[in-house]
């Protein structure tokens, strides 16, 4: 069993929808990644939070530590967010769930 | 541009071939990383260095070779491979190991 559980493995939305994407683990953790995966195979790290909640644009990241779980909110979604979304934790090592594939489309 | 190049993007191999991936960030950071990324698994983690030292192995079979000459590269040589060593192969850095990385476009890989 992974030690990062991501869900859901695959979605689709239309565009301007409310996107949630959710990620568990069983591990201790110093921080939490969300990272985004392009087609080309690009990874570009989107958040890393220990706790609370962050914003970025259309992108919000929330933790919480004592349920171990996270989860990325994408707001008016847009077909340019279509990209694979990555869980990462960290901790004494580096865990990583294996993505949530991402289609929005027009 | 994260800052983090990688070369070459594209390699093909031969299983008896001897090749090397080259990793380079002007970003200042202290940590670099090699990642395997095959189809349809999540990210491996196979090597950390941290101010030039190996801080992270994770059983990575002897054919992968890393090394760190300095802060700002990072090498991956490869002997010997085999067809399942084909993925994409991920650099990536920080300022210091756990914290947010920056990643390489990566080295498309394969092995015939």
């Known amino acids: 069993k992974n030690e990062v559980e991501q869900s859901p493995q695959n979605l689709t939305a239309q565009e301007g929808e409310f996107i949630t994407i959710n990620c568990s683990y069983s591990?201790?953790?110093?921080?939490l990644h969300w990272l985004q995966q392009h087609p080309g195979g690009g990874i570009v790290s989107l958040f890393m939070?220990?706790?609370g909640k962050k914003k970025h644009g259309r992108l919000i990241a929330t933790i919480n530590i004592q349920e171990k779980h996270s989860s990325l909110h994408i707001t008016a979604s847009h077909p340019r967010d279509s990209a694979v979304y990555i869980c990462a934790v960290s901790g004494d090592a580096l865990n990583f769930g294996k993505g949530t594939s991402l289609l929005v489309t027009p | 541009e994260t800052g983090v190049t990688q070369t070459p993007r594209h390699l093909v191999m031969g299983m008896t071939n001897k090749k090397s991936l080259k990793c380079e960030q002007h970003l200042g950071h202290n940590a670099m990383y090699w990642y395997k990324q095959s189809a349809k698994k999540p990210l491996e983690l196979m090597f950390v260095y941290s101010l030039e030292e190996r801080v992270e192995n994770n059983s990575v079979p002897s054919r992968f070779s890393p090394e760190c000459p300095n802060s700002s590269h990072l090498f991956l040589h490869l002997h010997t491979l085999q067809p399942e060593d084909s993925a994409l192969y991920l650099c990536?850095?920080?300022?210091?190991?756990?914290?947010?990385?920056?990643f390489g476009p990566g080295t498309r890989l394969l092995v015939l």
């Open positions: 939070l220990s706790s």
């Open positions: 990536a850095s920080s300022q210091v190991w756990g914290e947010t990385q920056y």
């Open positions: 591990v201790g953790i110093s921080a």
